[in-house]
């Protein structure tokens, strides 16, 4: 089982920019579909961004979109979110995800691989 760890969660005043990071413990990254979640306090989990195994399509959620990219690098083993442009709203605990490749609509609601999360706040 594939165990994944986020890192690069902080604080930053609005308008400003964080990267995070997501490795996963083996060496297979390259054939996992992938994306980023977050949840608020008191909120339900949210989608944030998925991408492709393949790298080659790239998905966000509308409040995240033109702000923040997601990418990888199968090469190190890691995923990214590079995340721009912050609004206090972003606040939450970033999480990463993947799973086997699905053709299925919509496939990052069916994440099975879990990271245990990094905290990142944006202050007004």
């Known amino acids: 089982q594939e165990q994944l760890a986020e890192s690069g969660g902080g604080l930053v005043q609005g308008g400003g920019s964080l990267r995070l990071s997501c490795t996963a413990s083996g060496r297979t990254l390259s054939v996992l579909g992938m994306g980023w979640f977050r949840q608020a306090p008191g909120r339900e989990r949210e989608f944030v961004a998925a991408i492709r195994w393949m790298g080659d399509s790239t998905y966000y959620a509308d409040s995240v979109k033109g702000r923040f990219t997601i990418s990888r690098d199968n090469a190190k083993n890691t995923l990214y979110l590079e995340m721009n442009s912050l609004k206090p709203e972003d606040t939450g605990v970033y999480y990463c995800?993947?799973?086997?490749?699905?053709?299925?609509?919509?496939?990052?609601?069916?994440?099975?691989?879990w990271g245990k999360g990094t905290l990142v706040t944006v202050s007004s």
């Open positions: 995800a993947a799973r086997p490749p699905s053709g299925d609509y919509e496939w990052w609601y069916g994440m099975i691989f």
